[in-house]
């Protein structure tokens, strides 16, 4: 009964009123407490979904065609093309969250730490509840070698997202690396 109470829920949320598509969509608060509040992953999903199906989206039809452009670019292994995709949106919609956390994205894919965190930045100051960018940053972090910095990017993305599995192997891992290494 609870998974087809959640899935009405989300049918009437993403296909209510039509909104504001992208970090200032209205749906975005309901969904963030169904994410925190929900038992284990398999709850979680389709709210995670659903919620990343708003940052991606946009109101302007051109710069929706953008970004799905740059995803194509990204899931084809285009990195140089989606750079570029994503630098172009970043510079048309500074105020879109989703597409500074792509181009993080690639950064980080890159090896671009510092640049990627600079992009991250932005995300969070656009969508603090953004905890693919807060996930993010502990990687990058990690890959810095700052490691007190990684363990409070994953504390933090797991407050918003607390069933991240992936995150919470990692900040394990770091725990248990930073016990070890004040021993």
Request: hydrophobic share 45%; aromatic share 8%.
């Amino acid at each position: 009964m609870q998974g087809l109470l959640t899935t009405s829920l989300l049918a009437t949320l993403l296909l209510g009123s039509a909104a504001l598509a992208d970090q200032n969509d209205p749906r975005l608060e309901e969904l963030f407490k169904q994410l925190h509040d929900a038992p284990d992953m398999d709850a979680a999903a389709p709210v995670e979904e659903a919620i990343w199906q708003l940052w991606v989206e946009h109101d302007d039809p051109a710069t929706s065609q953008l970004m799905f452009s740059g995803i194509a670019q990204m899931n084809s292994n285009n990195i140089s093309g989606a750079l570029a995709t994503f630098t172009e949106l970043v510079q048309l919609a500074p105020q879109y969250a989703e597409a500074w956390n792509k181009r993080a994205t690639l950064y980080y894919l890159m090896g671009e730490h510092d640049k990627s965190e600079l992009d991250i930045q932005k995300t969070l100051e656009l969508e603090p509840f953004h905890f693919g960018a807060l996930s993010g940053r502990g990687l990058v972090r990690m890959g810095k070698r700052d490691f007190e910095g990684a363990r409070n990017a994953f504390s933090a993305a797991l407050e918003v997202h607390p069933n991240m599995d992936a995150v919470r192997g990692n900040l394990r891992a770091i725990e248990e690396f930073l016990r070890g290494r004040t021993i």
